[in-house]
């Protein structure tokens, strides 16, 4: 496979400045056994051999903190027990959803990183993998990906697995990462984008196109929204039914631009009253949106609910669902706004035309074209059948084509590979 010290030193020069916050205080943020089948095995001790009939796969990600990456996680441990037993390792800090995963037993380990590149947090994924003897990696999001090949090269040899969800920006392809990925590549693993878009940038960035598969995001469509389920929602926002309501949900961080869909908004409600916006998430940008729909005179029309872990219950109380994004690799919250039969306008960006037929499950605009959304939302507006069509067409095609038992069935069938994969020569840990 090649000289995997070579290949630290080289990713540490190509992309030392990549990585954000190396390790710090190693944390374990649970203990508990996974299953009878390990603990009745020694689990946790070094000579200890985990049973045979289950797949042992470790998740490793930036952190469990509120985000569609991090759900999607939290729902691949849950729903692929017990065949495949789960442990997490966050490069961060463990973040606010690990105690959904430690609450049914499934342990999450937190790295700490600090600022910088350093392989030494490699060495600690590696020891976390031996420990539990784990057949694959499964890496989500770039630092993630280097440094479990970093983990992988220096362990027992598990395999590796990893998908890219999105991109921070919309900024031109990286030139380190155009360096360093031709060559990591070799070393073996799967490669997974969530988008086409996503992995023709990828590919822009070194990958091989035959590299990379796409595997979409996907959600439980559940069952179709019900009246009540919209009065309910309504009675939550302190809205009724004389409200047209427009909505979103998502992080409060610049990359969803939701500055846009405020102008926006602002463009489109104009005199009438009874138009509102339901922006559903929170984030660092939570007082500058609050500014700017001061600033645009709808304050008084912009509802704020800041983070709601249950944010889909609120969806069957909007009339429309609205993305602002500069990029999104495959937005879940679009999905999820299809299953509730809601017509989608969001800006033609990432993975989101992948998910969003233009003109047939909703209307796709440029980003950053705030005039743009707002005749697409006034458009919509003037059309209760057209929405209605929208929203049925959008819930039949989150069933056709993005539902999570597709997506888990495509990482399970990657996990098996890699779980076959005979271990790369390893480095004393």
Not at 279 to 306: C, D, I, M, S, Y
Request: proline share 6%; with cysteine; charged share 20%.
């Amino acid at each position: 496979m090649g000289d995997s010290s070579g290949v630290i030193r080289l990713i540490k020069v190509c992309s030392s400045a990549e990585f954000g916050p190396p390790a710090g205080a190693f944390s374990v943020v649970a203990r508990q056994s996974w299953s009878p089948r390990w603990h009745g095995n020694g689990f946790g001790r070094g000579d200890s051999k985990p049973m045979p009939d289950s797949l042992r796969i470790m998740q490793v990600v930036l952190s469990l903190a509120p985000g569609g990456t991090e759900r999607l996680v939290i729902e691949i441990c849950r729903r692929l027990a017990p065949g495949v037993e789960s442990v997490v390792c966050c490069l961060d800090a463990a973040g606010e959803w690990a105690n959904e995963l430690t609450s049914l037993g499934i342990p999450v380990h937190a790295l700490g990183r600090a600022p910088g590149f350093h392989p030494s947090l490699g060495r600690a994924i590696a020891r976390l993998a031996d420990r539990y003897h784990v057949d694959a990696l499964h890496c989500h999001h770039y630092s993630p990906y280097v440094y479990g090949l970093v983990a992988t090269l220096l362990g027992r040899g598990p395999g590796l697995v990893f998908t890219e969800h999105g991109r921070l920006s919309d900024q031109a392809p990286s030139r380190k990462r155009r360096r360093i990925n031709p060559l990591i590549e070799r070393f073996g693993g799967e490669i997974f984008a969530v988008s086409g878009d996503l992995k023709r940038h990828m590919v822009a960035e070194g990958f091989s196109d035959a590299r990379i598969s796409v595997v979409h995001n996907g959600i439980d469509v559940g069952p179709p929204v019900q009246p009540e389920d919209r009065a309910r929602a309504r009675r939550e926002l302190g809205l009724d039914r004389s409200h047209f309501v427009v909505g979103s949900v998502g992080r409060l961080d610049s990359v969803k631009d939701f500055g846009s869909l405020i102008d926006a908004f602002a463009f489109a409600s104009g005199t009438r009253p009874n138009w509102r916006l339901v922006l559903v998430g929170g984030g660092p940008e939570e007082e500058a949106l609050r500014h700017a729909a001061r600033a645009r005179g709808v304050e008084r029309k912009v509802v704020f609910t800041r983070f709601r872990a249950d944010a889909r219950r609120l969806l069957p109380g909007l009339d429309l669902f609205a993305s602002s994004s500069i990029h999104e690799g495959l937005s879940l919250t679009i999905l999820e706004a299809m299953a509730c039969e809601l017509p989608v306008v969001a800006t033609r960006v990432g993975g989101t035309p992948e998910a969003v037929a233009d003109a047939q499950t909703g209307l796709l605009v440029p980003p950053r074209a705030p005039q743009a959304l707002a005749d697409a939302l006034l458009a919509l507006a003037a059309s209760p059948e057209r929405r209605r069509a929208m929203g049925c067409a959008g819930r039949l095609r989150a069933i056709q084509h993005f539902t999570i038992d597709r997506m888990l069935d495509s990482y399970l069938t990657a996990y098996r590979r890699q779980a076959r994969v005979s271990a790369v020569p390893a480095v004393a840990v």
